[in-house]
């Protein structure tokens, strides 16, 4: 199993531009490509958005759907002004590294210069804006997910079962990506590397050609869900300094104490106390293991209904 960063051409620098051969399309919204959308200029935008902006008015429109759009934007040569242990790839991951720690409302280009102790106009020397910025962080975060090997189509639960785990860790990890998936193409070499797996894992299935699209998104639209209001709670916990368990044992007294809410509380108690386990976080991974098994059985059951109207 390798993580999807050794996928790429070039591992050192994955979550950056200069990854030309990208495959077109991406994650999108965890269930195909997303729509493509213009790019926002954001602040500190060089002279290219400018002239996607004249382009615009002239009625040819130049603005990029994507930074890695015709292999990303190349690093313009070092300015002896430049800090020289600066380049994209330390940017990037102090980008990563704020968003984990604070979230994406507070990150700024300001915040993330005073970071690297630079100018912010030092830090756009490197990406163009805010939104570029973003895009290459969400692909650097997709290759940390470990990808299975999905060479053998008898094995497709397993490949499937290690996917979506992978990927509700990444949105647990980061809860920022939930917000980003959908808004970018996700066509950065990471991001296209775990949808090449898991589309080959959903035909390893068996399912029909028709039926393959809604398959991936049956599964990590799931995942989406379950993972971010996951990764949000877990952040809320960590921000109020307060544990998971904690934190439902008062939640569930506050119910308990609302005569109106009696009959809701009486079958969450019920539910709680059949689904097992004995803390917040080993409840959560029972649901999560029970509700992704009656996804892949559903799957199993269409190949078959498949396999018997043909």
């Given at each position: 199993?390798?993580?999807?960063?050794?996928?790429?051409?070039?591992?050192?620098?994955?979550?950056?531009?200069?990854?030309?051969?990208?495959?077109?399309?991406?994650?999108?919204?965890?269930?195909?490509?997303?729509?493509?959308?213009?790019?926002?200029?954001?602040?500190?935008?060089?002279?290219?958005?400018?002239?996607?902006?004249?382009?615009?008015?002239?009625?040819?429109?130049?603005?990029?759907?994507?930074?890695?759009?015709?292999?990303?934007?190349?690093?313009?040569?070092?300015?002896?002004?430049?800090?020289?242990?600066?380049?994209?790839?330390?940017?990037?991951?102090?980008?990563?590294?704020?968003?984990?720690?604070?979230?994406?409302?507070?990150?700024?280009?300001?915040?993330?210069?005073?970071?690297?102790?630079?100018?912010?106009?030092?830090?756009?020397?490197?990406?163009?804006?805010?939104?570029?910025?973003?895009?290459?962080?969400?692909?650097?975060?997709?290759?940390?997910?470990?990808?299975?090997?999905?060479?053998?189509?008898?094995?497709?639960r397993e490949q499937l079962r290690t996917l979506a785990t992978e990927y509700r860790g990444l949105l647990v990890r980061h809860p920022w990506t939930a917000g980003l998936v959908g808004h970018f193409l996700n066509i950065g070499p990471n991001s296209v590397s775990f949808v090449l797996a898991a589309h080959q894992a959903v035909r390893n299935a068996g399912l029909p050609p028709e039926g393959q699209i809604a398959g991936f998104a049956a599964i990590y639209q799931f995942v989406y869900g379950f993972g971010t209001i996951e990764g949000k709670?877990?952040?809320?916990?960590?921000?109020?300094?307060?544990?998971?368990?904690?934190?439902?044992?008062?939640?569930?007294?506050?119910?308990?104490?609302?005569?109106?809410?009696?009959?809701?509380?009486?079958?969450?108690?019920?539910?709680?106390?059949?689904?097992?386990?004995?803390?917040?976080?080993?409840?959560?991974?029972?649901?999560?293991?029970?509700?992704?098994?009656?996804?892949?059985?559903?799957?199993?059951?269409?190949?078959?209904?498949?396999?018997?109207?043909?």
């Amino acid at each position: 199993m390798v993580s999807a960063a050794d996928r790429t051409e070039n591992p050192e620098r994955s979550g950056q531009a200069g990854q030309a051969g990208a495959p077109a399309g991406g994650a999108g919204d965890a269930g195909g490509p997303a729509p493509a959308r213009g790019r926002r200029s954001g602040s500190g935008a060089s002279a290219e958005g400018a002239r996607g902006a004249k382009g615009a008015e002239s009625g040819v429109s130049s603005v990029r759907t994507s930074v890695w759009q015709a292999g990303g934007r190349p690093e313009r040569g070092r300015r002896s002004a430049q800090p020289a242990s600066l380049d994209r790839r330390k940017i990037v991951d102090t980008a990563v590294r704020l968003l984990d720690a604070e979230g994406a409302a507070k990150f700024s280009m300001r915040r993330l210069a005073a970071e690297l102790d630079v100018t912010a106009m030092s830090v756009y020397w490197y990406v163009d804006n805010k939104d570029d910025l973003l895009e290459y962080a969400l692909d650097a975060v997709y290759g940390g997910v470990r990808l299975p090997d999905v060479s053998d189509p008898t094995e497709w639960r397993e490949q499937l079962r290690t996917l979506a785990t992978e990927y509700r860790g990444l949105l647990v990890r980061h809860p920022w990506t939930a917000g980003l998936v959908g808004h970018f193409l996700n066509i950065g070499p990471n991001s296209v590397s775990f949808v090449l797996a898991a589309h080959q894992a959903v035909r390893n299935a068996g399912l029909p050609p028709e039926g393959q699209i809604a398959g991936f998104a049956a599964i990590y639209q799931f995942v989406y869900g379950f993972g971010t209001i996951e990764g949000k709670f877990v952040a809320h916990c960590a921000t109020a300094g307060i544990s998971e368990d904690e934190y439902v044992a008062r939640a569930m007294g506050t119910v308990n104490a609302l005569p109106e809410l009696s009959e809701y509380a009486e079958a969450a108690a019920e539910m709680m106390d059949a689904r097992g386990g004995t803390t917040v976080a080993e409840m959560r991974d029972r649901d999560f293991d029970f509700a992704l098994e009656m996804i892949l059985a559903g799957v199993e059951a269409m190949v078959a209904r498949a396999g018997r109207a043909g």
